[in-house]
């Protein structure tokens, strides 16, 4: 996972790579039921990571229902049964496609009006972290890497923006799994480029408008962005309904 680093977009991306190991251990079993978690200085040693990550990434398993704390003792996995509902968003319920739908329908107006806000609000530093989350984006894309991480990494810099921590508790909450797997659907012609230069170009006007301190025309670009993702992933279902039974989407 490489070394340690204070950079805070980094140390986001960091986290959320050992919240994806961690909950790889507990779904695979690897870390049972009732387990205690190392301790940080082990997962430290581990993943080469600071305690900041680490510290972050059980606050984002706690979210997910997949830990809890105990008093004096440390972290304990918690059995399947004794996980809030709420889990299911972090286990792999985005493999369904209406499940992606209806997280899209929630990220509407939470994201569409944090962008308004990170416009009216941002200041220069967060305007370069949001900038810098939309190149680290456009250069996975590139490379031909995974761009859950970074997809993520950019809504969340723009929602750092709103200076509003409430907006950052709820997407730091959701987590990771309000970016589903890409899938490439019939509006992309099944051609991967034309995907995610769909995407890149939505993203790049969200990025522009908050740069230009623009708050109904970055608002305007979320919803675009958002509605647009809805889009791809209905017209996916209408084209392959056994999506909605849980077959796995196609990684573009």
Known sequence: MGPPTTGPAKRHRLSHTLVDELQ???ESGVLAAGERLPTERELCDRFGVSRTVVREAI????????????QGSGVYV????????TAAIFTGGTSDIVAILEFFELRQPIETE?????????????EAAIRLAFEHFRSCILRGESTA??????????????NNRFYIDVLKFLGRKTIPRPMIVAEAGGDPR????????EHRRIVEAIGAQEPEEARAAMHAHLKSSHNRYMSQLRHDPAGSAGSKPKVG
């Open 24 to 26: 790889s251990e507990i």
């Open 59 to 70: 606050s984002g398993l706690r979210a997910g229902g997949l830990v809890e704390a105990r």
């Open 78 to 85: 918690k059995a399947a049964d004794d996980r809030p509902d």
């Open 114 to 126: 944090a962008a308004g806000l990170a416009a009216m609000r941002r200041s220069a530093g967060q």
């Open 149 to 162: 991480a970074a997809d993520f990494d950019l809504h969340m810099a723009i929602v750092v923006a709103t």
């Open 194 to 201: 034309s995907y995610w230069e769909m995407v890149q170009e």
